[in-house]
């Protein structure tokens, strides 16, 4: 009696450890995001807010002024700088618990049928004008960590990206990220 | 349980019977429908002239754009011909067109003032008994779900009518219904009393038999052509994938009357559904 408590209270303590380190490592993902949308507002205000315009031009002007702005603020960006190692992992680890049972057809077929998009972009690349975006499955966004409004997780393929859709960049990417 | 019994009482409402022209009832809310129309090619206009054409004898409101407003370039040349021009009359008489985000569009379109998404990528809107609710199918995240589910809960509208891009069920061989989408979309419509779903994405027009007693069509043919795309199956009420088509929609009380027409003007289908009488 006395081994089985021992044992169960070593599996709880466990099981609590890494309870810790996935918040642990989920609430350094969350601070490495808000670090880029403060570093992204500073860049912001110092342009002309973006309101609803009937020209076209200025959209994409505000787009392009924000994109160029933040590509010289993170000149030194790498993959990884948000999704680190171990935060990959555990994007990995939760893309995997989405993909579970008949999830996982589901969602293989969801992206199949959504015009698939193969090639490569850069940390700091804009996502391509006339290049489709792959709509992401809500059963994988519903497993990940939620953000902020104007960034977006995107697939390219296997390939997470962590899109800025105000300024159309790639903010960071981990590869396989799907199984 | 509860969804069979809505579904059961739906089922003697959810048939659609041949009417010929929209009846033009006063006060009735009229709006057009349009899908995958953003080319900026020969076709789209004259789909253009067609909603011109049809507007002087029904003289819609408004117009639902279920998503690839813009393909390809987005610069104001660009938008001028695939937007701006092919709709100038009908922009110019003050016909609002209410745009979704496909997947060929820029999230930032969400600017453009003549979509009247007031800067949103989700937003909702009332006209008459109709309220409308406008979806990102590219990003359906969870604060969207939340969103949708607290609008529809709080809704007083006797018809609620979404709108989006990426198509819950279809008969297209080239897509074919999101899977995903619908695991986590129906069952807040069937919860919440939607009515009827138009999305685009399949290069056609479809009109489902309805499902779980929601209505659904696929209007995705406005601008762009899948030919002979769309399969046989039970679940089409009615498909056209020949030419391209736009819909124009009245709704007079409980009862909603519909008209697919194509590009040179033939009506490729119509009807009349009554309102489902959803069960809480």
């Excluded at chain 1, 205000?45 to 020209?55: F, I, M, N, V, Y």
């Excluded at chain 1, 972009?121 to 792959?134: I, M, N, R, T």
């Excluded at chain 1, 902020?148 to 159309?168: F, Q, S, V």
Aim: net charge neutral; charged share 25%; with cysteine.
């Amino acid at each position: 009696m006395k081994l089985l408590l021992t044992i169960l209270i070593a599996v709880l303590a466990r099981a609590d450890d890494r309870v810790n380190a996935d918040a642990q490592i989920t609430a350094d993902f969350t601070k490495r995001v808000a670090d880029y949308q403060q570093l992204k507002k500073t860049l912001e205000d110092k342009q002309p807010r973006l309101k609803e315009t009937g020209s076209e031009f200025t959209i994409q002007e505000h787009e392009h002024k924000l994109a160029k702005a933040i590509r010289e603020a993170r000149k030194n960006a790498r993959p990884g700088d948000i999704f680190t190692p171990p935060i990959s992992a555990e994007f990995r680890r939760l893309t995997g618990l989405a993909m579970v049972g008949n999830n996982t057809a589901r969602i293989h077929k969801s992206l199949q049928d959504s015009e698939p998009v193969q090639m490569q972009l850069k940390v700091g690349d804009s996502y391509p004008a006339g290049v489709p975006e792959q709509s992401t499955p809500p059963t994988l966004l519903l497993n990940l960590p939620a953000l902020p409004p104007g960034l977006e997780y995107r697939l390219l393929g296997p390939t997470l990206i962590l899109l800025d859709t105000k300024a159309n960049i790639v903010v960071d990417l981990m590869t396989n990220a799907l199984r | 349980m509860r969804f069979a019994k809505y579904v059961l009482i739906c089922a003697t409402a959810l048939t659609a019977a041949d009417t010929g022209p929209l009846p033009l009832i006063p006060k009735s809310v009229r709006f057009a429908v349009i899908g995958d129309n953003g080319t900026g090619g020969k076709e789209q206009y004259d789909i253009g002239m067609q909603m011109e054409k049809l507007r002087e004898t029904t003289a819609f409101d408004f117009v639902l754009m279920n998503g690839d407003d813009i393909y390809g370039g987005k610069s104001d040349s660009e938008l001028k011909k695939k937007f701006d021009l092919p709709y100038a009359t009908l922009l110019t008489a003050g016909v609002k067109f209410y745009a979704t985000l496909g997947n060929h569009d820029n999230p930032n379109e969400r600017f453009y003032k003549p979509f009247n998404m007031n800067e949103k990528r989700y937003y909702n809107f009332k006209n008459g008994n109709v309220e409308f609710f406008a979806l990102d199918s590219t990003y359906m995240d969870g604060p969207q779900i939340d969103w949708l589910t607290t609008s529809l809960q709080g809704s007083t509208a006797a018809w609620k009518i979404c709108f989006f891009h990426h198509p819950l069920y279809s008969d297209g061989k080239f897509h074919g219904p999101d899977l995903d989408l619908r695991t986590r979309l129906e069952p807040v419509f069937m919860k919440n009393g939607v009515n009827l779903v138009f999305t685009g994405h399949e290069h056609f027009y479809e009109r489902l038999k309805p499902q779980n007693g929601i209505y659904y069509f696929i209007e995705g043919s406005s601008g762009e052509l899948r030919e002979h795309n769309l399969k046989q199956s039970p679940s089409v009420g009615k498909g056209f994938d020949t030419d391209r088509t736009f819909m124009v929609v009245e709704i007079a009380g409980d009862d909603l009357y519909f008209e697919a027409v194509s590009r040179t003007g033939d009506v490729v289908d119509s009807g009349k559904f009554a309102r489902q009488t959803a069960v809480h």
